[in-house]
């Protein structure tokens, strides 16, 4: 399991620019990245077990962090 964190520009990296400016301008957009980000750190210290939790609770931060992300894309090209 890498345990590479999953950072939005990481994520797409061709997007940069688009996140930076939806982050500025749309509340809703820049809500949700915050709360990707949170997901995001979470399954990472899970991963190293800097703060280990149940494997129910990982599988349930990475199918959020895959619907965020999904969501967020879509804001993107959308």
């Known amino acids: ?14 997007l940069v620019d688009r996140i930076h400016e939806l982050k ?5 957009f820049a809500k949700l990245a915050d709360e990707y980000h949170e997901v995001n750190r979470g399954i ?24 965020l992300k999904d969501e967020i894309y879509n804001m993107l090209v959308g």
């Open 1 to 14: 399991m890498a345990h590479t964190p999953h950072e939005l520009a990481e994520e797409f990296p061709e």
């Open 24 to 28: 500025a301008s749309d509340a809703h």
């Open 44 to 67: 990472h210290r899970a991963e190293t077990q800097v703060e280990p939790v149940s494997d129910e609770h990982e599988e349930e931060m990475r199918k959020r962090r895959l619907t």
